[in-house]
């Protein structure tokens, strides 16, 4: 056992009530490492809460049925007054604090008592009593995985704990395609099915529900919206507040839409621009020796894998835009 995993257990033994604090706009490892966390706290006798800076999308709420949660948007105070009590905050898929938004940040610059970063982002901010930070592990649901079993907890892992874990594995290595899955992650999975984890009811959840609404918002965004950069391998959508009112947008519904833009054969970096009440929200993707996270760390106030980041701006669109295609140069090899 390393001298981290034994601190992080011996923390965990000292603890009672447990704060947990995955980033904001939460995706698959954000939740699924969260619910997994959760039921493997309880499973160890302990009072876990999880805190969502903002509200899941609708097609991750199903696996938040029986947990205990917060959503620090709409209560923060309740978050607040939780947090004074909690024991330990464990700050999951996530390695700045800037990730949880402007408001959330109180709960981790306010926690008085112990805190522990678990994480598979690169550069991660020394902001935690105790940091594991592995940018090699496909996602943090894996590495929670591997924790719990270099603590020789395994028997606490069930299959609610495991349903949460597969969650996240799937969804940050788009169902076990991307060069970040190792053996491991195979040899995890196969623990996981043997728990009992429904894997075809996993994904039928998550990639089988479509409204209608999403399905034409997404025909309509590569149909009218994609743009090809001339004599570069590099395209881009984007969306504003407008265009998506028209098709009742919800939460989640240009989730995978990047990755559509990626899959054109020939091209190597796609980005999506979504605009909402606060400005535009940036997704990156790039595949071989094209790189997006630093990109978005110096451009557009953001960070994340090489291969996948995100990014904001509070320009509008078109100045976003022109912003993006000005510097796109600094994404050839
Ligand atoms: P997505 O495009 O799915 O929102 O994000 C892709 C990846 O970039 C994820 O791993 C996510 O954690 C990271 N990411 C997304 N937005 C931001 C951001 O604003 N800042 C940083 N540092 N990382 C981000
Ligand atoms: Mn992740």
Not at 11 to 35: C, E, Q
Not at 105 to 134: G, N, R, W, Y
Not at 319 to 325: C, M, N, P, S
Request: glycine share 6%; proline share 5%.
């Amino acid at each position: 056992m390393t001298d981290e995993i034994k601190r992080l257990k011996e923390l965990i033994n000292a603890s009672n009530t447990v704060l947990i604090l995955p980033h904001k706009a939460p995706d698959g490892d954000a939740v699924g490492s969260a619910v997994a966390w959760f039921h493997f706290l309880l499973n160890n006798n302990k009072k876990p809460t999880i805190v969502f800076p903002d509200r899941p999308a609708a097609y991750l709420l199903p696996f938040l049925d029986e947990i205990e949660y917060l959503v620090f948007e709409t209560q923060p105070e309740k978050s607040l007054e939780l947090a004074q009590h909690c024991d330990t905050l464990f700050c999951l898929d996530f390695n700045d604090p800037s990730r949880v938004g402007k408001e959330a940040v109180e709960l981790i610059s306010s926690f008085k008592a112990q805190s522990v970063m678990i994480d598979h982002h690169p550069f991660p901010s020394d902001f935690c009593t105790l940091q594991i930070s592995k940018p090699s592990v496909c996602s943090t649901a894996q590495l929670l995985f591997e924790c719990i079993e270099e603590m020789d907890l395994l028997s606490s892992v069930d299959k609610n704990v495991g349903q949460g874990i597969y969650l996240g594995i799937m969804t940050d290595t788009g169902s076990f395609r991307y060069p970040s899955v190792d053996a491991k992650t195979h040899y995890i999975l196969g623990k996981l099915l043997d728990l009992g984890v429904e894997h075809f009811k996993i994904h039928e959840s998550i990639f089988d529900v479509n409204t209608l609404d999403k399905l034409q918002l997404r025909g309509f965004a590569i149909n009218e919206k994609l743009v090809c950069i001339p004599n570069h391998p590099i395209a881009y959508i984007s969306l504003t507040k407008e265009e998506l009112d028209r098709f009742n947008y919800q939460k989640g519904d240009t989730e995978g839409l990047v990755n559509v833009i990626l899959s054109i054969e020939g091209y190597s970096v796609a980005a999506l621009f979504v605009e909402s009440r606060d400005g535009i929200k940036i997704s990156f993707r790039s595949k071989g020796d094209y790189f997006v996270n630093e990109f978005s760390a110096k451009h557009f106030q953001g960070g994340g894998h090489k291969y996948a980041a995100g990014g904001f701006s509070e320009d509008t669109m078109s100045v976003t835009i022109e912003r993006f295609k000005t510097f796109l140069n600094e994404l050839l090899p």
